[in-house]
């Protein structure tokens, strides 16, 4: 019985210091946005937003 005790308090700590290290990094980590200009699916909206609109006065 103490040998089970001592094997799941073993676990929990592994566990407990795998998590800790996961979101320790996660939030270290730098996200980066891209610009609007660079944006290729920024034009691909765009360009179809006139084909519709063009569409639409066509009928």
């Known amino acids: ?3 089970i005790l001592i094997i799941s308090i073993i676990i ?4 407990l ?3 800790v290290a996961t979101t320790s990094k996660a939030y ?5 946005i891209d610009s609007l ?7 691909n ?3 179809n937003t006139q084909e519709n ?6 009928k």
């Open 1 to 3: 019985m103490f040998t």
């Open 12 to 15: 929990v700590l592994i566990v």
């Open 17 to 19: 210091v795998l998590s």
């Open 28 to 32: 270290k980590y730098k996200h980066t």
């Open 37 to 43: 200009d660079n944006n290729p699916h920024l034009q």
């Open 45 to 47: 909206k765009n360009d």
């Open 53 to 58: 609109n063009d569409k639409s006065h066509n």
